[in-house]
């Protein structure tokens, strides 16, 4: 009687045994595709201006050569910046512990190197090569990304923070109604805007993308140049004018960048005295700290400078 319950439990223990190595196989299968389901979903693949690349889904330490405003819109703190972006007006108290890359335009391989970046972004593709061995390397050339909104729809589809981007920007479209309703209210609406810079020994006149002005008058506040210059200044959107042409690129009102001139300074000029928009107190002067820059932070609070001067226009 032993001797059949035994031919009965060997092939029971064998099949048992059997049970638990395959039990035990599925468990090593599930659980490495468990992690590489989980590897994958931390990388994604992204289309740029040099063919696709692998980015982290949740970067922890992104090295910014530009647009750190819409980053920091995001609530996305980037460890490294150049000196030009730590020195932003509008941004610099926000990046106090941010450090400093060197140049824009120049960075400093060995200091990108040094803060271990998991993604690295830059307006820049000329140090594409160099970049791209420390981390994946996004670059968005300078002035593809002509306004706040495509700005940040651009960075919050690259930073999984859609909903994030959509929400600033619907407050920064109703400020930016709210703004231009009240100028609207008391500009003439074929009232023409000059966008110009005291360089000095020069004088540059400015489009609707290359700061000074441009993006919160011409964009934000739906202005426009003088007609005589207004094809000129939008296609090329920076043009360098003398002394001697200055009346024909000066409109009813004049956004001016200078340094260390006043309003006075130029009612006092023989040639600037002479113009309308000089004579009827409507030119506002302003340092390049404040024009220089036109990230979306940077345009909202320009846009809100401007319409309190304006506001105060008869």
Not at 205 to 222: E, H, I, K, M, T
Request: with cysteine; proline share 5%.
């Amino acid at each position: 009687m032993l001797r059949q319950n035994r031919k009965f439990i060997a092939p029971l223990f064998l099949l048992l045994l059997l049970l638990l190595t395959a039990c035990g196989e599925n468990e090593k299968t599930t659980s490495s595709t468990t992690e590489q389901d989980t590897k994958e979903a931390e990388t994604k693949t992204v289309q740029t201006t040099n063919g696709e690349i692998v980015i982290p889904t949740n970067p922890q330490r992104i090295v910014a050569e530009e647009y750190i405003a819409s980053l920091l819109v995001l609530d996305v703190k980037p460890v490294g910046a150049p000196g030009l972006a730590l020195e932003n007006y509008y941004l610099k108290d926000g990046l106090k512990d941010v450090e400093e890359i060197g140049d824009y335009g120049k960075p400093s391989i060995e200091k990108v190197i040094s803060l271990k970046p998991d993604l690295i972004i830059t307006g820049n593709g000329e140090n594409y090569d160099a970049l791209s061995k420390i981390a994946p390397t996004v670059v968005i050339p300078y002035g593809e990304l002509k306004n706040a909104h495509e700005e940040l729809t651009y960075f919050g589809e690259l930073l999984d923070k859609e909903q994030e981007a959509k929400d600033w920007l619907a407050q920064y479209d109703q400020k930016i109604a709210d703004a231009k309703a009240l100028v609207d209210a008391i500009i003439p609406e074929d009232a023409s805007f000059s966008i110009i810079e005291d360089a000095g020994k020069s004088y540059y006149a400015y489009g609707d993308n290359f700061g000074r002005g441009g993006q919160p008058v011409y964009q934000s506040l739906g202005r426009k140049p003088p007609a005589k210059v207004a094809d000129e200044i939008m296609e090329k959107q920076w043009v360098e004018i003398s002394k001697e042409v200055l009346a024909d690129y000066t409109g009813d009102y004049i956004i001016l960048t200078a340094d260390g001139r006043t309003v006075e300074d130029f009612k006092n000029d023989p040639i600037w005295g002479s113009l309308p928009a000089v004579k009827n107190d409507h030119l506002y002067v302003w340092p390049e700290e404040r024009s220089w820059y036109y990230d979306p932070t940077a345009v909202l609070a320009q846009v809100e400078e401007l319409t309190k001067w304006l506001t105060t226009k008869k």
